[in-house]
T-cell receptor, first 114, second 114 residues
Framework: NAGVTQTPKFQVLKTGQSMTLQCAQD?????MSWYRQDPGMGLRLIHY???????DQGEVPNGYNVSRSTTEDFPLRLLSAAPSQTSVYFC?????????????FGAGTRLSVL | AQSVTQLGSHVSVSEGALVLLRCNYS??????LFWYVQYPNQGLQLLLK??????LVKGINGFEAEFKKSETSFHLTKPSAHMSDAAEYFC????????????FGQGTTLQVKP
């Protein structure tokens, strides 16, 4: 049981380049989300999805796009990378079934934008 | 709007000493509260959660937290620190029990000295 899988683990970009951070979960969870982690700021929600075809913005959505074409996958796209997007990115998922209310996190993607 | 404040970005204890990590929250509705732990270069792992049942919540690795509504607090404790407890700890509140949008505190790094 893989849980939440993020790829790549590390990435270095130049300013203006685009890339997609991949996130996949094998638990059939309805809810998926992306957070960024910066020193002294905890984790901040970028975008989230409550099911296939449904996405919404979180606290810090600017510069990022998402789509949810399948239950399993929730990629995060950086259209034109900026140094301010240097961060560690975490994907998370949870189910709405029962009262578990627990989010499972991937291992993270460390992104540097030069 | 919900918010979470963790008092103390760094806490240092001796091995065998009491661990106390402080978390205060702000919420206009009964909150769902969580503590997560992050070991170096890893994702977040759930330690424990409060979901309006018992106010004293026991988690993994000997940790527990007490929900105090009058103080809007959810402090994390462990009677005896172990070297393996050294990590970063995050307190989080669920802004809505339906969507699962977590709001995190800034994090507290726990150092355990031999």
């Amino acid at each position: 049981n893989a849980g939440v899988t993020q790829t790549p683990k590390f990435q270095v970009l130049k300013t203006g380049q685009s890339m997609t951070l991949q996130c996949a979960q094998d638990m059939n969870h309805e809810y998926m989300s992306w957070y960024r982690q910066d020193p002294g700021m905890g984790l901040r929600l970028i975008h989230y999805s409550v099911g296939a075809g449904i996405t919404d913005q979180g606290e810090v959505p600017n510069g990022y796009n998402v789509s949810r074409s399948t239950t399993e996958d929730f990629p995060l796209r950086l259209l034109s990378a900026a140094p301010s997007q240097t961060s560690v990115y975490f994907c998370a998922s949870r189910t709405y079934s029962g009262v578990k209310n627990i989010q499972y996190f991937g291992a993270g993607t460390r992104l540097s934008v030069l | 709007a919900q918010s979470v404040t963790q008092l103390g970005s760094h806490v240092s204890v001796s091995e065998g000493a009491l661990v106390l990590l402080r978390c205060n929250y702000s919420s206009s509705v009964p909150p769902y509260l969580f503590w997560y732990v992050q070991y170096p270069n890893q994702g977040l792992q759930l330690l424990l959660k409060y979901t309006s049942a018992a106010t004293l919540v026991k988690g993994i690795n000997g940790f527990e937290a007490e929900f105090k509504k009058s103080e809007t607090s959810f402090h994390l404790t462990k009677p005896s620190a172990h070297m393996s407890d050294a990590a970063e700890y995050f307190c989080a509140v669920d802004s809505s029990s339906n969507t699962g949008k977590l709001i995190f505190g800034q994090g507290t790094t726990l150092q355990v000295k031999p």
